[in-house]
């Protein structure tokens, strides 16, 4: 073996959904939107000087932030954007567990918090969910280094109240707590209002899932200005950059338009309750959803199975062979036509 390789970082990278390259099928396996971005955004596009390419996108995003401040009732200086709301973690991550001691969050959540432990050499313990997939919240008052929750959860969907989240934060007044808010949008309450009650704790949220555009990669941050300021500081050690003026003006003009994103969640959430009633005639078991997917399984037939036959029949759901999950499949919900087609398949299936 040469020698140099005994210096290279060896790690298991997070592995997302696949992406298929054939247009002909129905992709409910990575939680994007079905619907467009805001006609405001097509609009936003037409009207940029493309000539401003050449140069640097601003680093204060200024506009963005002043239509993002508006909605979540907070100030430009609290709020903090990145690449996608993944690069927002990462940096939290980076920025705020540095104490040496483990982290907590749940051993059934989004795989890429254990990636980025190891990553970034953070220690870490995975807190199990109870018999039901849900957080129970005094699992983590022990000592740590830092709280991570999703809310909704993936990729159970199970929505944790605000009082639930702000009852982690008091006891653990002396770390971090953050709050992956991703699916906030399809029927929970944001935590963000903790930002201004406590000071230790971070909510980060996404442009992927409702605003319908998770091409432009765009995810932010919402805590209070010494957090904010310790992130950009972290941030631009290694990149000032982050974020194109392009994806400033198209998320600024998304931001803006709550006409159009109310009635794609609305929609979304619709076909939602169709798909788990049509499955639970189906024989099916889904946990509870408050987001834009859901979790579902029936002990009659082997999930990899149905996975496989749906794959064959161009549609991707997402499995995961991992304790516990491994009898459930991940649906993202789609337009109610592609969910009456993945609802076709699976009788298919059944009366095989």
Known sequence: ????????????????????????????????SPFAPSPQVKKAIEKYDYEKLRLYPSFV???LKGAL???????????????????????????FFNSGKKILFPDITYSFYDVWCRLFNIDFERVPLNDDFCIVKEDYYNENGGVVITNPNAPTAIYMEVSEIEDIVKNNDDVI??????????????????IHKYDNVVVVQTYSKSRNLAGIRLGFAMANRELINALEAV???????TVSSLSQV?????????????????????????????????????????????????????????????????????????????????????????MEEL??????FLNK
């Open 69 to 95: 401040k508006d909605i979540y009732n907070v100030e430009e200086d609290e709020i903090f954007l990145g690449n996608g709301s993944d690069e927002v973690l990462a940096l939290c991550f980076m920025t």
């Open 250 to 338: 198209i998320a600024a003009a998304s931001a803006r338009d709550v006409e159009y994103f109310e009635k794609c969640v609305n929609e979304i959430i619709t076909a939602r309750e169709w798909t788990v009633e049509e499955l639970s005639r189906l024989g099916f078991e889904t946990l509870p959803s408050k987001a834009n997917f859901i979790f579902t399984t029936n002990k009659s037939i082997s999930a990899k199975e149905l996975f496989d036959f749906l794959k064959s029949k161009g549609i991707y759901v997402r499995y995961f062979n991992k304790p516990r999950i491994d009898q459930y499949l991940r649906i993202t919900i789609g337009t109610k036509e592609q």
């Open 177 to 194: 707590v953050i709050v992956d808010e991703a699916y906030i949008d399809f029927g929970g309450k944001s935590a963000v209002e903790l």
């Open 1 to 32: 073996m040469q020698k140099w390789k005994k210096n290279i970082r060896d790690i298991e990278p997070y592995v997302p959904g696949e992406q298929p390259q054939s247009s002909n099928i129905i992709k409910l396996n990575t939680n994007e």
């Open 235 to 241: 941030k631009n050690s290694f990149n000032s950059y």
């Open 343 to 348: 609802i076709k398949a699976v009788k298919e």
């Open 61 to 63: 995003c200024k506009e």
